[in-house]
């Protein structure tokens, strides 16, 4: 009894490791994990529970329970019926008081004894107990011990590694034991820098980017053929589950990206015998951006925008402007606490750090911004520490302040930085920056912050002038007006005339050298006082150049302008000029003489507009008497064709000269203002007098201006009414007569400034013919000095 019990425990016992071995190598083959721990747990605990179940009820139990006579009696009678109850009841009525109550009982019960006894001696009390359980229960337990026994000599790892796992309930029991070991983790971008899983598998990875998992063979193990990467997601729709092989990057490398990954995932890399027990979480937040980027401006005071520095220049655009020379600090918000920002620009990488807030030090600066300098994008970086000095970052970490200056030398000025530089950081002219933020979970932006700061030059003023009543031949005694206006982007400082004295052209044919020329100046009557525009003169709009104190003589040239400079003390003062007026100086005759050509081309403007004045009425005239023979045709035949021949001709007039009487408009107009010029011209020439100046006023502008105002707009307003009554196909007899009255009065005025213009030609062709005179004197004159120099150098031989 006792070794069947023990063989039913080695039994129980060998069943259920079986059982656990043979699951645990399953579940591995399948899954490449460990079994669950509360599942090992569990299976252990019911295996000692079953063990111990069995050793007492088949150990403990048989031993603790004993058979009495009465049950060894009942189980002889049972194999043996022919004892037919004999035995038991002999041993019942033993001691039983019925037996020893009478002689004859106790007489029956001896004899019942006896004749048991006997039938006892005949059996075969062997035969009461069957051996096969026995036998087959160690024959089991045998080949249970034997099973045990060779795997603990075929396989000692196994055994031991199932003792980890089920009796000392260690979680990584499979690691000794596999082939293949992985170290996983995150490829992140930008740079492809390496990101491990912290120590509780947790990767925080930014909203939208690319996910790219790498998973490495460690060394001395076999590299796997093959990975794979399975992962569950949580989104808002639910939970969603996948796989995707891994590719192969080299021997021992594997890599799987996924794509603008927005929700947390759990991944499992599978590569050979080896997955990572606990899911890898990724975990998703909000990358670092730059929510605000402003320029905090301390402008060159020469510019005058003092007033203006306490407004930020917010970047809302990918580029700013701001003037050249400028200080400023680049402010940037974020959306989170910050541990670093890199600055990028074609010549410069500028990366500076967040004090640690751990030591407490909220305000210290940390380590000192790195400045790498690059001359080229071929050339090697050099690597420059600039001075320590107070954060760039806010006690919040979430914004930071970096000093710039914007400079036209700032190429050059950067590249010669060395080591201990004290801020602002010079930048060239143009200088595209882009904004990288790294938070304080080391995550990157991958779209950095693009902003290309301009710097405004400081370009000279605009000098826009113009000679007005003169031409580019004067007389010595002319003052010359210009009109004209300066403007500069911050203020006009300093202008004045600039003039040069040229030879005349005849010394300068000649063989002797030219003397050299001195470029004088002159102050304004009317000078600027920082105005961004400034006009000459002030209200008059006119500044005048006098040639008086410059006593020049005929045939002299004058090179003259206007120059302005304005009040840039950085990299100025910017001086520029305007047109460059060249004027030669000519006797008070040719100028005259040069006026009446003028005159003689206006007249003749003038006579070919009264000509076409003259046609222009025969054309109405004619017409008029047209429009009775209309009039009679439309009521006799209105849809005849000689009636529509007679209304276009009479349209056609009306059209024809409503458009020739404002074309002429025009001419006369630009005759009148060349008049003026002509009057303004003898006067800027000092050749002006009374008389001339009252001929030309009253003979000519004013009649002209007469013309002009009143006479040419009436005649437009009556050929327009012309128009449109032939539109309405209306009589227009009564239109063609105003229209006839008008140019009537239109030619009588013309006449009178015609007879003007011709008695002013009479006293211009005598001033012409008075020049031509004196014109032929100064050749001869130079003739006769010609033919004595010839003369003497024949007597003395010279050839």
């Known amino acids: 009894m006792l070794l069947e019990g023990l063989a039913i425990v080695i039994v129980v016992l060998g069943l259920g490791f079986w059982i656990s071995y043979g699951l645990d190598e399953l579940y591995f083959q399948y899954r490449r994990l460990e079994l669950p721990r509360w599942l090992r747990l569990g299976f252990t605990t019911l295996l000692i529970a079953a063990g111990a179940m069995a050793f007492l009820i088949w150990v403990v139990g048989r031993l603790w329970h004993r058979f009495g006579r009465r049950l060894l009696a009942l189980v002889v009678e049972r194999r043996f019926p022919q004892l037919g109850d004999r035995l038991i009841s002999a041993i019942e009525l033993e001691n039983s008081p019925q037996t020893t109550a009478t002689p004859l009982a106790r007489v029956m019960w001896e004899r019942t004894a006896r004749e048991a006894a006997t039938t006892l001696q005949r059996l075969d009390l062997k035969q009461v107990f069957d051996p096969r359980p026995l036998q087959r229960s160690l024959a089991v337990a045998g080949v249970m011990l034997a099973s045990l026994a060779g795997l603990g000599v075929a396989n000692a790892a196994g055994v031991e590694r199932w003792v980890q796992a089920f009796l000392l309930g260690r979680d990584d029991y499979w690691e000794p034991f596999r082939k293949s070991a992985m170290t996983v983790r995150v490829i992140a971008e930008p740079g492809g820098r390496i990101r491990e899983f912290d120590g509780r598998g947790v990767y925080l990875h930014p909203r939208g980017s690319d996910l790219t998992i790498e998973a490495e063979s460690a060394e001395g193990r076999p590299a796997p053929d093959r990975a794979s990467l ?38 499992w890399v599978t590569a050979g015998d080896f997955v990572n027990r606990e899911p890898l979480r990724v975990l998703i937040v909000d990358p670092p951006r730059v929510d605000r980027l402003q320029l905090l401006c301390d402008y060159p005071s020469y510019t005058g925008l003092d007033s203006i520095e306490d407004r930020p220049v917010v970047v809302q655009s990918l580029q700013v402007s701001i003037p050249m020379e400028t200080k400023f600090l680049l402010e940037g918000r974020a959306n989170k606490p910050l541990s670093s920002v890199l600055i990028r620009s074609e010549m410069f990488e500028l990366r500076f750090s967040a004090p640690d807030s751990r030591s407490g030090s909220q305000g210290s600066a940390g380590e000192p911004p790195a400045l790498i300098l690059r001359e080229s994008p071929t050339a090697a970086p050099r690597a420059v520490r600039l001075a320590a000095g107070e954060s760039w970052f806010a006690d919040d970490r979430m914004s930071f302040r970096v000093p710039f200056r914007i400079a036209a030398a700032g190429t050059e000025q950067l590249l010669a930085l060395a080591d201990g530089a004290e801020p602002p950081l010079p930048l060239p002219p143009v200088a595209p920056l882009s904004i990288q933020l790294e938070d304080a979970d080391g995550i990157v932006s991958s779209d950095p912050a693009m902003a290309t700061l301009s710097g405004i030059p400081d370009l000279a003023p605009v000098v826009d002038v113009r000679l007005t009543g003169v031409s580019n031949v004067v007389t010595r005694l002319a003052e010359i007006p210009i009109r004209g206006r300066i403007t500069d982007d911050y203020g006009v400082a300093r202008a004045e005339f600039g003039f040069e004295v ?117 054309d109405l005239a004619e017409h008029r008497g047209r429009t009775d023979e209309w009039n009679q045709l439309r009521q006799s035949e209105p849809e005849g064709e000689p009636t529509r021949q007679a209304f276009n001709s009479i349209d056609a007039c009306a059209r024809r000269s409503l458009h020739q009487i404002r074309t002429n408009h025009t001419e006369a107009r630009a005759i009148e203002a060349a008049f003026g010029e002509i009057r303004a011209e003898m006067v800027n020439n000092r050749v002006d007098t009374p008389t001339l100046l009252e001929r030309i006023d009253i003979g000519i502008v004013a009649p002209l201006k007469t013309i002009n105002e009143s006479d040419y707009p009436g005649i437009d307003s009556v050929l327009g009414l012309f128009v449109l009554t032939m539109e309405r196909r209306d009589d227009p007899a009564r239109q063609i007569d105003d229209a006839l009255e008008s140019v009537d009065r239109l030619l009588a005025r013309m006449e009178q400034v015609l007879s003007e213009m011709r008695s002013r030609g009479n006293i211009n062709e005598m001033i012409q013919q008075l020049q031509t005179i004196i014109e032929q004197q100064q050749r001869l004159r130079d003739a006769t000095e010609q033919r004595k120099l010839d003369e003497l150098f024949e007597g003395l031989g010279i050839p």
């Open 230 to 267: 399975s992962f569950r997601s949580f989104g808002a729709g639910g939970a969603a589950r996948g796989a995707t092989p891994m590719s192969r990057r080299g021997e021992r490398v594997f890599r799987q990206t996924l794509t603008r990954v927005i929700d947390e995932h759990h991944l």
């Open 502 to 618: 040229l030879p005349d052209n005849t010394a300068a044919a000649s063989n002797s050298p030219p003397e050299p020329v001195e470029q004088r100046t002159r102050p304004l009557g009317l000078a600027p006082q920082g105005q961004k525009d400034f006009a000459l003169g002030g209200q008059s709009g006119l500044e005048r150049f006098a040639l008086r104190p410059l006593e020049l003589s005929d045939g002299q040239r004058l090179q003259l302008s206007v120059y302005a400079e304005d009040g840039d003390t950085i990299n100025g003062p910017n001086r520029s000029r305007g047109e460059m007026f060249t004027l030669r100086i000519v006797p008070a005759e040719e100028l005259l003489a040069r006026l009446y050509e003028k005159e003689i081309n206006l007249r003749q403007r003038f006579e070919q507009i009264m000509e076409e004045t003259r046609r222009l009425r025969q």
